[in-house]
């Protein structure tokens, strides 16, 4: 979810679900310690909960950023240990740290001596020719060890040699019953399970074996889902779009008004409305005059109207430039 889940798309997120824990892109331990640590740790509190995740494999490095982000209030420090990207690879953290889970518990270990907040851990079903569950299971077991009593499970093996990042959320197959498995063997651990759940009736055949979904694409790309998780996974009463969209359209006023160009948060809104009437001329809409440098909430107003068919898409020309030479940029 790298240039997915950014502030703006957290905050936006959380007007359509109260309950559903968010998470941060991934952050490198470099870019926190050596870079802007406030752009990259800065939220907003009505965010919560909210974890941060980390990449890194250096013990000492984690706990300083484990501690950066415990101060700034932070809810849960994740670990990731399933990314299967060659820059990832090359800095040594992401999938690549499931062939080293004594490196991992000490990493674990370390930030769990250093933070109050809780520690997690994030990975695959395994990398490359690892002997399958066998190999997974001694993994947990040996962070668990370590403090980590919570493991989020991509249920796909990262193959770190020949496949890119796409094919690695693609081409392994997934192997639900492994993570099944895996909670069964320990059932004091918290398992999440991760990887091609696409619908809230998916993940409540999945909750009667494992404690938690993590939703990643699926949510991201078709945002109103959460809108129904409240209802379906919380026991809580799902609140009418109207209401959401009241809540969206105040948050983009807010983000207008601290200074944000309005494309930095449409961007993360443009298949809200997948499947519905009107759909394709909100996307369009947004997409070609939300990053105009005088964009205001009129755009965001105008896109929805093309919801209950007023009219054929037509963007307004009140500025003529070609969004690709704007000053602006996305996030």
């Known amino acids: 979810m790298l240039d997915r ?44 909960p909210l974890a941060v995740q980390l990449g890194g494999s250096d013990p000492h490095e984690l706990v300083a950023c484990a501690r950066l982000a415990e101060q700034r209030g932070y809810d849960e420090i994740n670990l990731n ?8 690879q090359s800095g040594r953290f992401g999938a690549c740290l499931m062939l080293d889970p ?49 493991f989020v499970v991509h249920a796909r093996k990262a193959w770190l040699k020949g496949l890119s990042p796409k094919e690695n959320r693609e081409i392994p197959p997934l192997d639900y019953p492994a993570v099944y498995r895996l909670k069964a063997k320990f059932p004091h651990l918290r398992i999440v399970l991760n990887g091609g759940i696409r619908d809230l009736a998916s993940a409540r055949l999945h909750l009667e074996h494992v404690d938690g979904v993590m939703l990643g694409r699926a949510a ?40 944000i160009p309005l494309h930095r948060a449409t961007r993360h809104l443009l298949g809200l409305y997948q499947g519905r009437p009107g759909a394709r001329n909100f996307r369009r809409h947004l997409s070609t005059c939300a990053n105009r440098r005088a ?22 020309h009140d500025d003529s430039a070609p969004a690709a030479t704007l000053r602006e940029t996305t996030a």
Not at 7 to 27: D, N
Not at 81 to 88: A, E, F, L, N
Not at 225 to 247: C, H, K, N, P, Y
Not at 295 to 304: F, K, N, R, S, Y
Request: aromatic content about 6%.
């Open 5 to 48: 889940t950014d502030r703006h798309c957290r905050a936006l997120f959380r007007q359509l679900s109260r309950h559903t824990r968010l998470y941060t892109e991934m952050l490198t331990t470099g870019a926190l310690l050596h870079g802007d640590t406030d752009r990259h740790l800065g939220f907003d509190s009505l965010e919560h």
């Open 81 to 88: 240990c399933g990314c299967p990207s060659d820059r990832v």
């Open 102 to 150: 004594g490196l991992v518990a000490a990493c674990v270990a370390a930030m769990v001596d250093a933070v109050a907040i809780p520690v997690t851990v994030k990975c695959r079903i395994g990398v490359d020719d690892q002997d399958g569950y066998e190999a997974l299971a001694g993994f947990v077991d040996t962070v668990a060890a370590a403090g980590c009593d919570t």
């Open 220 to 259: 991201y790309h078709n945002p109103e889902l959460l809108t129904e998780v409240d209802g379906a996974l919380f026991g809580v009463a799902s609140e009418s779009r109207e209401i959401v969209a009241q809540r969206l359209r105040a948050r983009l006023v807010d983000t207008l008004a601290s200074g």
């Open 295 to 316: 964009a205001g909430i009129e755009v965001w107003d105008t896109a929805l109207a093309y919801l209950h068919g007023n009219g054929d898409f037509l963007p307004d």
